[in-house]
């Protein structure tokens, strides 16, 4: 290959990058050509938009904005973080959610229809008032009462103690109040002929015994 060979195929070459440049060129200049009505019109609208809002907002306001925003570029990367984690906990959530709200929504509906918050309400308007009624005293010494009660009606709770109640219950039901006469002296002493008084005097006897627990406060002694 001899020189002018090379300078024609270097001219070619030329001919063919110049072509593709011009026609970059021409397909820049179609789409400035395409894209600047609308950009004319973005422009103006920026410009009507930014004449409504220029008296509250100057080029100081948005230089502030944007010094505060790279201060506090570490305080939104955090609070990223933090979006990011909270909506990793939604998902992870999200179908223990889908099962327990029905669920919830039931529970609550049984409880409206079983009158639960209705005693709720009154229970706190009881509360209202006894506020209003006692001193914060009053109620101390109330509650200690209260303690002692529990422990009462925890005692009235053994076997042997419900065992009375329970009998003892049962004696109005079995009385003939019709039958009861007026008894002397000698009268008291036939009666204790009869087994069932003796039965009862026996018990009339144990039950004194017991009483006296009301004096000294001490168990006594063969009861």
Known sequence: MNDESLILE???YLRKDISSISDSARSLQELREELSPRVNEAIAVLIKELAEVEADCTLEDV???????M???RNMNWSLDQLKSLIDFLR?????LKSSVPQSIYLLDQLQQQGIFQIISAMFEV???IAKTYTAEDLEQIGDGVVR????AKKLTSPNA???????AEI???LDMSRAKPVGVFGAACAMCNPEVKQGMGVLLEITKGLALLKNGTQVEGA
């Open 71 to 73: 201060r506090s570029v």
């Open 149 to 152: 009660l529990v422990g009462i």
């Open 162 to 168: 419900l065992n009375l109640l329970d009998k003892a």
């Open 172 to 174: 109005p039901g079995k």
């Open 92 to 96: 992870s959530v999200e179908p223990l």
């Open 63 to 69: 230089a502030y904005l944007v010094k505060n925003a």
């Open 127 to 129: 509360t209202q008032k």
């Open 10 to 12: 270097q001219l070619d």
